[in-house]
Each structure stands twice: as structure tokens, then as C-alpha cells.
T-cell receptor, first 114, second 115 residues
Framework: GENVEQHPSTLSVQEGDSAVIKCTYSDSASNYFPWYKQELGKRPQLIIDIRSNVGEKKDQRIAVTLNKTAKHFSLHITETQPEDSAVYFCAASGAASNTGKLIFGQGTTLQVKP | GAVVSQHPSWVICKSGTSVKIECRSLDFQATTMFWYRQFPKQSLMLMATSNEGSKATYEQGVEKDKFLINHASLTLSTLTVTSAHPEDSSFYIC???????????FGPGTRLTVT
């Protein structure tokens, strides 16, 4: 079945630096790739998503890139701030069922040090 | 907007009892709802996909007789954890999906503790 691998599991950066989180997926039919930010005890919040017909998408300090050939996608956060500290999850949605079913990566705990 | 609520937000129950968790889409009709379980410091694991008016589709390894899902209307899905055991203690999160859109809208989660 579909599998999503996410790296690194933890990431510590200094405030103002950039952070990059990478994910790979197994199902070549996947065509929707959202990224979520989750704070402790809270629901996941969508921060950015990308569809397979686009190679890159940017929203202020956050960007996502997609390489369909290699089946990997990455989250880039620039000018990190302490409030960016949270757990980030990537996910992929397979096209086969078209139900919107998401498979999540293992998560990355990002710590931004002031 | 697209708001999803869950009730209760937390519950403590004794081993052997059953607990029902509700997931509601407040301002839209959800053709599909999903139930996830999240253990501490772990990812969201999809338990089942719930479609209004039909039987839920369970992921491999999830006991359908233990985790009963009912999607009675386009705005309500329920998850009942039957004969709960301490190992069922977890954070249960639902999400709702609008037909034609890719985004899932997550509920705030329910913290279940089985003593």
C-alpha cells in the first residue's frame, strides 16, 4: 500500500535560519500533497499543499517543492521564528480511490531557538 | 469556512466499557469522514474511512467490531470504542472531506483515557 517516509524526525535551527523537511512517497498515482503543522494536543492545521501538476508553491515564508519523477516533496520554511516550533507532517493522497484518503509521514519536530 | 467539531474533547472511562465520539461538520456537508488515532509523539494513523449511508472502510489491522463507525448523515459520524482497554488510550481525531475538494478539515480531537 501507499507509504510516506519523512525526514528528519527532529530538527533544531536558530531563529532566522531556514528549515527543510523532506518526504518521499511510494504510490506514483498520488497527486495531492498537503503539509500540516500540529501543536501539542491540537488538531493538525494545513499550512500549504501542492498538486501534482505543479512543481513549486510558495506562501510567504513557506514553500513546497515536488519532484514527481523522484517521488519526493519538501517543505521549506525561511526566516524561522520561535512560533514555528511544532510538529510538521507531510501527507500524500492516492488518486485511485478518489476519497481524499491521506497517508501521513512520521512527523518532524521542529525547534526554533531564539 | 469549514468547521469540524468533536465531542467530547476528552473522556476517561473504565476498562470494559464503551465510549462514543461524535464528529460533526458544522457548516458544510461531508461526503466522507475519516477517523485517525494518534499515540503520543507519533503520527496520525488512519483507522477508517466513513461514507454517509454506507459501511465504513477499515484500514488493515483495525478491528471493525471494536471500533464501530456510523455515518448517519452528511454532517455526523460517530466512532464507538467498544470494550475499551488501557491500550486504546489515545488521541482520536476525525476529519471531513467536501466532495470535489482535496483538503480535509480536522476536528479538534478527543483524548481517551481508559483506566
Amino acid at each position: 500500500g501507499e507509504n510516506v517516509e519523512q525526514h528528519p524526525s527532529t530538527l533544531s535551527v536558530q531563529e532566522g535560519d531556514s528549515a527543510v523537511i523532506k518526504c518521499t512517497y511510494s504510490d506514483s498515482a498520488s497527486n495531492y500533497f498537503p503539509w500540516y503543522k500540529q501543536e501539542l494536543g491540537k488538531r493538525p492545521q494545513l499550512i500549504i499543499d501542492i498538486r501534482s501538476n505543479v512543481g513549486e508553491k510558495k506562501d510567504q515564508r513557506i514553500a513546497v517543492t515536488l519532484n514527481k519523477t523522484a517521488k519526493h516533496f519538501s517543505l521549506h520554511i525561511t526566516e524561522t521564528q520561535p512560533e514555528d516550533s511544532a510538529v510538521y507532517f507531510c501527507a500524500a493522497s492516492g488518486a485511485a480511490s478518489n476519497t481524499g484518503k491521506l497517508i501521513f509521514g512520521q512527523g518532524t519536530t521542529l525547534q526554533v531557538k531564539p | 469556512g469549514a468547521v469540524v467539531s468533536q465531542h467530547p474533547s476528552w473522556v476517561i472511562c473504565k476498562s470494559g466499557t464503551s465510549v462514543k465520539i461524535e464528529c460533526r461538520s458544522l457548516d458544510f456537508q461531508a461526503t466522507t469522514m475519516f477517523w485517525y488515532r494518534q499515540f503520543p509523539k507519533q503520527s496520525l494513523m488512519l483507522m477508517a474511512t466513513s461514507n454517509e449511508g454506507s459501511k465504513a472502510t477499515y484500514e488493515q489491522g483495525v478491528e471493525k467490531d471494536k471500533f464501530l463507525i456510523n455515518h448517519a448523515s452528511l454532517t455526523l459520524s460517530t466512532l464507538t470504542v467498544t470494550s475499551a482497554h488501557p491500550e486504546d488510550s489515545s488521541f482520536y481525531i476525525c476529519s471531513a472531506h467536501k466532495q470535489g475538494l482535496r483538503e480535509q478539515y480536522f476536528g479538534p480531537g478527543t483524548r481517551l483515557t481508559v483506566t
